[in-house]
């Protein structure tokens, strides 16, 4: 006899755990001991939830249900690609726009992980700004928000200041911005704008950030980032050229997740890429067709700790990563 987790959907936090510890036990057979150890809880709680678990019959003879899909999803890409968790938010249009399922998942976990005393670094986009109405903000003290790259003056409500400093207002902190754009005319301007102006002081906290709230950008079509102007279709299509399959912070990688050997990421102002794996909790947030290959770049560059996703984009990673597709990188690490 089968059984299976939860068939309600996911709401909470709380809610989720409960989830992923009756998988566990119930499917991968997992003792409570592992469990415990695996998800960084006592063994006590793993009881109580389990029993928690069969008392709102949640534990069933067969998997029918949506969310087993979506736990089955998270945990095949946490082996995948090395990923301490995924969250993969339902979502079932294969021609749809994820960015709203996306955000909304990843504002509840937000929400749990934000504490007194941290020091958060932002990037910017669409997805990640949001977020900003699912979640649940809150007073703490010492609470600082640092916006991990140069501003986009002509995109709107997705500039990278804008999020930064209404994330740091949802939790009455200290914003720290980049005052200068993210792509300059010259790596000698990039030079005197980080030595001469104090731009260096500012991305020096990214050395001791808690957590990095990142997304990805594609570079396939004209998205946010080319229409802003700092990056003309000539700028894009030699990027192509050149091998590059999207960005994180304006860092322009290729399919196998290095940086690329181009004029344009020498006259970037953005953290790098090796500065960011320093920090601890790597929150990767993105999904969406245009960006597959970006994505699957950016899992191995960055090694996130956390990433969330929707349920096309998780799918459709793991097709490309499937036996006989073609792989960008042969070991994930």
Known sequence: MQTTPPVVMIQ???ERLRARVAWLYHIENYTQNDIAAQLGINRVMVVRLLAEARRRNEVRVTISSPLSDMIALERELETTFGVKQVI???????????????AAAAGTLITGLMRSGMIVGVGWGRTLY???PFI????LDDFRVVSLLGGISAARRFNPAEFAWQ???????????????????????????????????VFEMADKLDVALLSVGGI?????????????????????????????LYNFIDKDGNVIDHE???????????????????ILISGGPEKL???????VTIRPTIFVTDEQTAGALLSLMAPGAERGHAKLS
Do not use: M, Q, W
Request: hydrophobic letters at 40%.
């Open 12 to 14: 909470t936090e709380s």
């Open 220 to 248: 396939s079509a004209l998205t946010t980032s080319y229409r802003t102007g700092y990056l003309s279709e000539a700028d894009r299509r030699s990027l192509i050229d050149a091998g590059a399959v999207g960005d994180v």
């Open 88 to 102: 993969v938010a339902p979502f079932a249009d294969p021609d749809g726009d994820p960015t709203k399922v996306i």
């Open 136 to 139: 649940a903000g809150t007073a």
């Open 293 to 299: 290959e970006a994505l699957r770049a950016s899992l």
């Open 167 to 201: 994330f740091a207002e949802l939790f009455k902190g200290e914003g720290f911005l980049v005052t200068a754009p993210a792509v300059v005319d010259s790596p000698e301007t990039k030079h005197a704008l980080l030595e001469r102006c104090g731009l260096a002081a």
């Open 264 to 282: 344009v990421n020498s006259r970037v102002i953005s953290v790098n890429l090796d500065r960011l794996r320093r920090t601890p909790e790597r």
């Open 130 to 132: 949001n977020t900003l």
